[in-house]
């Protein structure tokens, strides 16, 4: 869901701002990181490095999403969960627009009207 909703919003901006192909901004391979849910865990202190390096073991053994393995551990509930993903999705969208911005290919007052319509895809 995220993934589609990141390329709406790709498409939204290209179309807004007569994007050629060229120019569209492109998915960075480092664009996820800070943004996994792991990190976003840690970040907005849910969990400690403790019960993510658990976490992690256990998933790499079941081959479980991180959220539904947390949930099972009781580590996180089904809302936290809901939440860090749309915070996830939230934050890969702005660093389309933080690379808009630093291509010069929009400005500060463009970033301030696009930067509302990160949540609406």
């Given at each position: 869901?995220?993934?589609?909703?990141?390329?709406?919003?790709i498409?939204?901006?290209?179309?807004?701002?007569?994007?050629?192909?060229?120019?569209?901004?492109?998915?960075?391979?480092?664009?996820r990181?800070?943004?996994?849910?792991?990190?976003?865990?840690?970040?907005?202190n849910l969990?400690d490095?403790?019960?993510?390096?658990n976490?992690?073991e256990?998933?790499?053994?079941?081959?479980?999403?991180f959220?539904?393995?947390?949930?099972?551990?009781?580590?996180?509930?089904?809302?936290?969960?809901?939440?860090?993903?749309?915070?996830?999705?939230?934050?890969?969208r702005?660093?389309i627009?933080?690379r808009l911005?630093l291509a010069s290919?929009?400005?500060?007052d463009?970033?301030r009207?696009?930067?509302?319509?990160v949540?609406?895809?």
């Open positions: 869901m995220a993934i589609r909703g990141t390329k709406l919003f498409e939204y901006l290209s179309r807004e701002l007569g994007l050629d192909e060229a120019d569209k901004p492109i998915l960075g391979s480092w664009g990181v800070g943004t996994t849910l792991g990190a976003l865990s840690l970040k907005l969990m490095m403790e019960k993510i390096n976490l992690l256990i998933q790499e053994q079941t081959g479980g999403l959220g539904d393995v947390a949930i099972e551990l009781g580590y996180l509930n089904a809302e936290e969960v809901k939440k860090l993903l749309n915070i996830q999705k939230w934050c890969r702005e660093e627009l933080h911005l290919t929009i400005n500060e463009q970033y009207r696009f930067a509302p319509k949540y609406l895809f």
